[in-house]
């Protein structure tokens, strides 16, 4: 009874935690987790928001998520938050990966070693080249698209990862989601159509950069405008502030299509 107490009551708190919180939950992981190898025991909130690049009342409110409030004078313990955190991440348990496009981002996602570790062990991998089927890619032979829904059933994949190009991307996911594939990590540059369960998550390189750019573009310009108003504090682009902006969630879009059951992600 005191597992089945502890499952629901970690259901019930990510239920709870704003999706912006998630994601910083997952820095504040790599971060502790990088100080657990280096032998601390223990943390303060301010050197882990400023570790994480988050200020330190926002972090207490993400851990507040957890049911973890630290101790005053102490901080938190390193390896009960790293528990906590992975527990709400549900990575306590083994998500089997597939990945789908064995081009040059392909070979690299099959070939990282990060991912077991992480508990994202890559099972599968898919492509049509015929002068890859059948080639071990990172140690996994390379099966053929048309072999998605029946492999993953069969190894139980749970995450599937689209490295196609756009013009596949749709029916990919189609097959992945006919295989019991319940999350999609889509590096294509193209809007899925998915049933509501599934989870996608977009990962678009080109717009990061153009994002990027903007935040340089705007950082330049406030630079000229300083250079050029120095010494009239009271001009436009004198001592204005500067900020570190902020990106979308990595989400692929959000809505659903008419009365299908289907949500463009």
């Known amino acids: 009874m005191p597992a089945v107490s502890e499952v629901e009551d970690t259901a019930v708190r990510a239920k709870q935690i704003p999706e912006a919180a998630v994601a910083r939950l997952a ?3 790599r971060v502790l987790s990088g100080l657990a190898e280096q032998g601390a025991t223990t943390v303060s909130s301010e050197e882990l ?3 994480a690049g988050v200020n330190s009342a926002k972090l207490r409110k993400d851990l507040s998520y957890l049911g973890s409030y630290g101790t005053r004078g102490v901080g938190y ?3 009960v938050l790293v528990s906590q955190i992975e527990r709400i991440l549900g990575l306590t348990r083994q998500h089997r990966v597939a990945v789908v ?3 040059n981002l392909g070979h690299a996602l099959a070939n990282y070693g990060g991912f077991p570790g992480r508990g994202f062990p890559v099972e599968a991998l898919f492509d049509t080249d015929p002068d890859l089927i059948g080639i071990p890619v990172g140690g996994i032979p390379v ?3 048309e072999e998605i829904p029946r492999i993953c059933a069969e190894r139980q994949i749970s995450v599937g990862i689209i490295a ?3 013009t596949a991307a749709q029916s990919v996911c189609d097959r992945l989601v006919t295989g019991g594939v319940q999350c999609v990590l889509n590096f294509a540059p193209v809007v899925l159509r998915v049933p509501a369960h599934v989870e996608v998550r977009k990962v678009d390189l080109a717009v990061e950069l153009q994002i990027l750019s903007f935040h340089v573009a705007r950082r330049a310009d406030h630079a ?3 250079a050029r108003n120095r010494g009239n504090p009271g001009l436009p682009g004198a001592g204005l502030p500067t900020d570190n902006g902020g990106t979308g969630d990595g989400r692929n879009g959000a809505g ?3 009365g299908l059951g289907m949500v463009v992600r």
């Open 27 to 29: 820095v504040y992981l």
């Open 49 to 51: 928001s400023a570790s």
């Open 77 to 79: 313990e390193v390896r």
């Open 101 to 103: 496009g064995i081009g």
């Open 143 to 145: 099966s053929h698209l």
């Open 164 to 166: 196609t190009p756009p």
């Open 224 to 226: 000229e405008a300083v």
């Open 256 to 258: 659903t299509d008419g």
